[in-house]
């Protein structure tokens, strides 16, 4: 194939982030575009350089001339989506989460045995060049064996989207699964274990009280400070909070072990900033025997960090992917397992949150 040529079911904010990144490429482009929302099918038709606009993915997946097939529509659309295009026997990334529900995830994996072609969840936060620097140290032993790991998160709302899906918990999962399944998703890749119990305390304390969307008041979580239990003896917490926008880093990443921390450090998307530049991420290491912390810049060309908002990773997703269909053979690095865990992990949560006590994933 000369180029790769994706077919784009959702074609609202994340998809044209999806265009745009793609185009950077090279090898691939995106040649069909398909959304139910006219202005929406047109912008990102047009943003793709004139790709096919279908109104219907059924017409898309009908007409044919797609090499692969990618996935940015609403959460709650994720699952009959998806069975859909597992019949299409056509290679898949599906945009996080997975599904809405731990029961929707497992349904896909029974439905995707034996499947030739890949299925890749879009798990970008590990592809984020502070956060991948922060993975390769880990493995590399520079923290020693992995006994904590702390994510904090300090952004902005949500932001607004077609239709409002995102202000309710029955379409998205809930915020700790809708935005805080790609910190699950961490957490088990560096502490390369499995979660046993989870304990959530969370709220909607600020964000989109007085809002009101045909009548119905938005039900998601603003703010939460999560911890879990791993099998192997780690733990882990999340510390989220979606109404600090000014903080100097959106995400910071740590992981601490016998030897030393390693700190991930993360801008937020440079249209947030007051300045509207952007900026590098930093990573650090401090040494428990030498009492001192080296840090580093971690730079990202400007033009990948234009862009999208998440910091270089949708762009790094996208070359991983491709290169593994040119290859023609190999898993996928983020599988259909790791998206029903990245689920299973914020439902629990969600649980917990409401009910006020601890939940296990045993």
Known sequence: MTMIRYGLIGAGMMGREHIRNIALLGDACVSAVTDPDAAERAASAQLAGGAQAFADYRE??????????????????????????????LPILCEKPLATTAADCRDLIDRAKGRAAPVWVAME???????ARL????????????????????????LEKVGDWNRFNARTGGTLVE????????????????????????AMDENHRDERYAGRTPDIIDNAFV???????????????????????????????????????????????????????????????????RREVVAVDETILRAG????????????????????????????????????????????AREGRAVSLT
């Open 60 to 89: 898309m997946l009908a007409a044919g001339g797609c090499d692969a097939l990618l996935i940015a529509a609403p959460n709650d659309l994720h699952h009959a989506l998806m069975l859909d295009a597992l019949d299409s026997g």
């Open 125 to 131: 936060y590990r592809y984020m060049p502070p956060v």
């Open 135 to 158: 993975i390769e140290a880990a493995r590399a032993g520079a923290a020693g064996t992995p006994r904590m790991m702390a994510i904090r998160e300090h952004r902005f709302p949500f």
């Open 179 to 202: 935005k805080c399944c790609h910190f699950w998703d961490l957490m088990r890749l560096v502490l390369q274990s499995d979660p046993v119990r989870v304990y959530a305390s969370g």
């Open 227 to 293: 911890t879990l239990d791993f099998a192997n003896g780690a733990r882990a917490m999340l510390d989220l909070c979606m109404f600090a926008e000014g903080s100097c880093w959106q995400e910071v990443i740590s992981l601490t072990g016998a030897k030393a921390r390693l700190d991930a450090f993360v801008p937020g998307p440079a249209r947030f900033d007051p300045d509207g530049r952007e900026r590098h991420a930093e990573f650090a290491v401090s040494d428990r025997a030498t009492k001192r912390e």
């Open 309 to 352: 908002d998440h910091h270089g990773s949708t762009f790094h997703q996208h070359r991983r992917f491709v290169d593994l269909l040119r290859r023609g053979h190999g898993a996928p690095e983020v599988t259909l397992e790791d998206g029903l865990w990245s689920v299973r992990v914020g439902e629990a949560a969600e649980i917990s």
